[in-house]
């Protein structure tokens, strides 16, 4: 079995986990500046997973100002070659348990086509004993060019020691 390590990303990092978006369809793929950004200013509620000094798994999160208790995930990406191991749960999980503030909900937004992205959030919730609750958040109006409207996927409230247990 290959061997999953799990840890706080690193200016290094960034090129690789543009290359692993970059290939994660349908991942909007932003430049790699912002993952330059994403791993110097938010390596705390961000988390990548790692195989023989490979990046294979990414996560992207942050603390809303206006919601201290929230997680916001932003983008997950796992290699095609590593799918169906658990390891988006892990992302998640490990962000969780390392973050310094106490974190009570998960927030994603998902369009509502991406059918893997809310079997993996719902399934998340269920793991934890947690609720999932969806509801539309931007139009296509707001998003503009041909972008499916993204829906607000709010998953809590969390026991942290729940998490710890199902680590």
């Keep these: 079995m290959t061997s999953i390590t799990y ?20 991942l909007d793929e932003n430049s790699k500046y912002l993952y330059v950004l ?9 988390c990548v997973a790692e195989s ?11 603390i809303p100002p206006k919601n201290p208790d929230t997680l916001f995930v932003w983008q997950a990406a796992v290699n095609n070659d590593f ?14 348990c390392n973050v310094d503030s106490p974190i009570e909900f998960v ?11 809310l079997k993996f959030l719902q399934n998340f919730a269920d793991n934890i ?7 539309p958040l931007f ?11 993204e829906d607000l996927v709010v998953i809590g409230p969390i026991q942290k020691n729940i998490l710890e247990v199902t680590n």
Excluded: Y
């Design 107 to 117: 927030h994603a937004t998902v369009t509502p086509s991406n059918h893997a992205s």
């Design 52 to 62: 023989d000094s490979k990046i294979v798994g990414f996560l992207s999160g942050f």
């Design 38 to 46: 994403l791993c110097h200013q938010f390596s705390k509620t961000c």
């Design 83 to 96: 799918r169906n191991m658990g390891i988006a749960k892990e992302l998640v999980s490990h962000t969780l």
């Design 129 to 135: 004993g947690a609720k999932l609750n969806k509801k």
């Design 139 to 149: 139009s296509t109006d707001v998003l503009g060019g041909g972008h499916e409207p």
């Design 7 to 26: 840890r706080e990303p690193t200016v290094s990092d960034a090129h690789q986990i543009w290359e692993l978006v970059k290939n994660n369809k349908p």
